[in-house]
């Protein structure tokens, strides 16, 4: 990946204000990631690489999650989102997204998916 594109400084104060104001689903989700509770690995939350601010992003397995809510579904969000992940995909990152849903009625199955994704060392 390149350097000096993670956590830009004009991005600070954005990602401050999606920290402090996660969806119901962010948080469900967030309680699960953080403290490196899924085989030791460290999720960040609301980090940025270039003018992309992601909800959670654990760096040593270059794995972004995203929890979608219904703001994603239409014409504008999803040209975004593609145009989002082709680039991330050009990093080296992998991008998994979930519904807010899955996340309230399959935690578990989610948590799953996201461990698939971790390399084995």
């Given at each position: 990946?390149?350097?000096?594109?993670?956590?830009?400084?004009?991005?600070?104060?954005?990602?401050?204000?999606?920290?402090?104001?996660?969806?119901?689903?962010?948080?469900?989700?967030?309680?699960?990631?953080?403290?490196?509770?899924?085989?030791?690995?460290?999720?960040?939350?609301?980090?940025?690489?270039?003018?992309?601010?992601?909800?959670?992003?654990?760096?040593?397995?270059?794995?972004?999650?995203?929890?979608?809510?219904?703001?994603?579904?239409?014409?504008?969000?999803?040209q975004?989102?593609?145009?989002?992940?082709?680039?991330?995909?050009?990093?080296?990152?992998?991008?998994?997204?979930f519904?807010?849903?899955?996340?309230?009625?399959?935690?578990?199955i989610?948590?799953?998916?996201?461990?698939?994704?971790?390399?084995?060392?």
């Amino acid at each position: 990946m390149k350097r000096g594109i993670n956590n830009l400084k004009y991005l600070k104060a954005h990602r401050k204000n999606l920290r402090n104001n996660p969806t119901k689903a962010e948080t469900m989700l967030w309680k699960a990631l953080r403290k490196n509770q899924v085989e030791g690995r460290k999720f960040r939350r609301q980090h940025s690489i270039s003018n992309y601010i992601l909800d959670f992003y654990c760096p040593e397995e270059k794995l972004a999650v995203e929890v979608d809510g219904e703001v994603h579904y239409n014409m504008v969000n999803e040209q975004y989102d593609h145009k989002r992940k082709w680039f991330l995909e050009h990093c080296g990152i992998q991008l998994l997204r979930f519904e807010n849903k899955q996340i309230f009625e399959n935690l578990d199955i989610v948590l799953e998916a996201i461990k698939d994704r971790f390399r084995t060392k």
